[in-house]
């Protein structure tokens, strides 16, 4: 259970910094111009989304009922 755990933080990080790119590229700017903090915000934030749908569907039951 700890390793499906750790495997869902670790894929909702990645995924999320995924999608900040993509969204970064969409706007049409940079990532040096959009800034470390905002893109490290925005992925923080996208992921802990992804991360409650994984937990959902893996059944990890980290997040309380």
């Given at each position: 259970?700890?390793?499906?755990?750790l495997?869902?933080?670790?894929?909702?990080?990645?995924?999320?910094?995924?999608?900040t790119?993509?969204?970064?590229?969409?706007?049409?700017?940079?990532?040096?111009?959009?800034?470390?903090?905002?893109?490290?915000?925005?992925?923080?934030?996208l992921?802990?989304?992804?991360?409650?749908?994984?937990?959902?569907?893996?059944?990890?039951?980290?997040?309380?009922?």
């Amino acid at each position: 259970m700890l390793l499906k755990r750790l495997g869902i933080g670790v894929v909702s990080l990645l995924v999320g910094f995924g999608l900040t790119v993509i969204i970064v590229q969409l706007i049409g700017t940079t990532l040096e111009e959009y800034g470390v903090y905002y893109t490290f915000f925005t992925a923080l934030s996208l992921g802990c989304a992804v991360a409650i749908w994984l937990d959902k569907f893996l059944g990890t039951e980290m997040l309380p009922k």
